[in-house]
């Protein structure tokens, strides 16, 4: 996402009167890519074998900060550090990826990433659901995006143009935009400063929504 991702959605002068550089317009591609990630609560490019740490909230279920397409390992770390894995007969998938599927993974109904128990935990004086802190949960796996969604690269590239179009004389931007008219919205995180790219993200259903509490560590 954050290396090619203007074209062929939008075009540059890179010489004369609005050239952009290089090194700008990729400053630009990492800035959008950050306010698209802040705005849908979602990262759009694959992490593997990535570490991920939780604090439990003593209940039956784990919210996960990312999409998850694998675990490979979990493990709880107590108050003094002391590591207790747990394999795959304790715990089952939640995921938001309708193309992931296995025999330990469930298809989350409401769109949230999640371990979930089958069986109490033991560790040290602890036996039940996923422990609170001070202790927490360590997570080693596949998360996010393995490519990136064709509206989201169309929704970087829309706010790079929205943000160089001022310093273009008329006839040297190009943009595949439809017929979109671009008006500016509110500020990032709530927005991604341009509302039609917005409407766009929700309407492919771009925006991850998070139920439940994640405390990461």
Request: net charge neutral; glycine share 8%; charged share 20%.
């Amino acid at each position: 996402m954050r290396n090619g991702t203007l074209y062929p959605y939008v075009r540059v002068p890179s010489s004369g009167i609005g050239a952009v550089t290089d090194a700008r317009l990729t400053s630009m591609i990492v800035a959008a890519s950050n306010i698209i990630d802040t705005f849908t609560n979602d990262h759009f490019e694959a992490s593997a074998a990535a570490t991920i740490r939780v604090h439990g909230t003593a209940e039956l279920k784990l919210m996960l900060p990312k999409r998850v397409r694998a675990i490979t390992s979990v493990s709880v770390v107590d108050y003094a550090g002391t590591v207790t894995a747990f394999d795959s007969t304790y715990w089952r998938i939640h995921t938001s990826f309708k193309s992931v599927s296995g025999t330990n993974i469930i298809q989350s109904p409401t769109g949230t990433d999640a371990l979930e128990l089958k069986k109490f935990l033991t560790v040290g004086d602890w036996i039940g659901n996923w422990p609170a802190p001070p202790s927490y949960i360590e997570i080693v796996g596949d998360f996010d995006w393995l490519a990136t969604p064709e509206i989201v690269k169309w929704a970087a590239a829309t706010l790079v143009w929205s943000w160089c179009r001022s310093d273009f004389p008329p006839g040297t931007e190009e943009v595949d935009s439809g017929s979109v008219s671009l008006r500016r919205g509110r500020t990032p995180g709530w927005s991604t400063g341009l509302r039609e790219v917005d409407d766009a993200l929700r309407s492919a259903g771009m925006v991850r929504e998070q139920y439940g509490h994640v405390a990461v560590v």
